[in-house]
């Protein structure tokens, strides 16, 4: 079954530091993946899409990485801020579909 | 913004009653999705149109339908309201069907049934 599965469910930490999220999937094959930010009530935003061929993908403080033979990927944030604060989904593409996958989010908690 | 708009942002109705969303996409994007977030859940896929056909079809109830227009704005009608429909209502758009396209997101509409 394809599934995308994410931990931590939450996760709260220091305004400042460091942090990664993980994400683990079934599905196969895939196309790409996705990471969205999604704040409290409002609609997820796009953060980076990486190919299968793809190890890394940055935007700004936001760095996903992506190991296709583990079927794992991961959002490391640096340097958090409270404007953090957010759930962050992970959205895997079934290959030759443009069916969507989503994992249940982890929920991130930024204090200061 | 996204681009992507969704009417009404707030709603509140009756059980047994019927609503309507609109979602306008991106301009040019043919590509509709409409997802249901309930509160503290994850977003679940309910259906895609594409230039006007259904594409894909998910846990959408028969209660649920929706359609595209030939200006591809959506609309989702949600009829014999329950209190378990009360959620998140999400329209999501892209260009086309190839994968990598960003696909970008509403900011959704609420639905509270009482």
């Known amino acids: 079954k394809n599934q995308v599965e994410q931990s931590p469910q939450s996760l709260i930490i220091l305004e400042g530091k460091n942090c990664t999220l993980q994400c683990n999937y079934t599905v196969s094959p895939f196309s790409n993946l996705r990471w969205y930010k999604q704040d409290t009530g409002r609609g997820p935003v796009s953060l980076t899409i990486m190919t299968f061929s793809e190890n890394t993908k940055s935007n700004g403080r936001y760095t996903a990485t992506l190991d296709a033979d583990t079927k794992q990927s991961s959002l490391h944030i640096t340097a958090s801020q409270l404007s953090d604060s957010a759930s962050y989904i992970c959205?895997?593409?079934?290959?030759?579909?443009?069916?969507?996958?989503f994992g249940t989010g982890t929920r991130l908690q930024v204090f200061p | 913004d996204s681009g992507v708009t969704q009417t009404p942002k707030h709603l509140i109705t009756a059980t047994g009653q019927r609503v309507t969303l609109r979602c306008s996409p991106r301009s040019g994007d043919l590509s509709v999705y409409w997802y249901q977030q309930s509160l503290d859940q994850g977003l679940q896929f309910l259906i895609q149109y594409y230039n006007g056909e259904e594409r894909a079809k998910g846990n959408i109830l028969e209660r649920f339908s929706a359609q595209q227009f030939p200006d591809l704005h959506s609309e989702l009608n949600l009829s014999s309201l329950e209190l378990g429909d009360s959620a998140l209502y999400f329209c999501?758009?892209?260009?086309?069907?190839?994968?990598?396209?960003?696909?970008?997101f509403g900011e959704g509409s609420w639905l509270t049934v009482v």
């Open positions: 959205v895997v593409t079934l290959y030759n579909t443009d069916k969507l996958i």
């Open positions: 999501a758009s892209r260009g086309d069907l190839y994968s990598g396209n960003t696909i970008y």
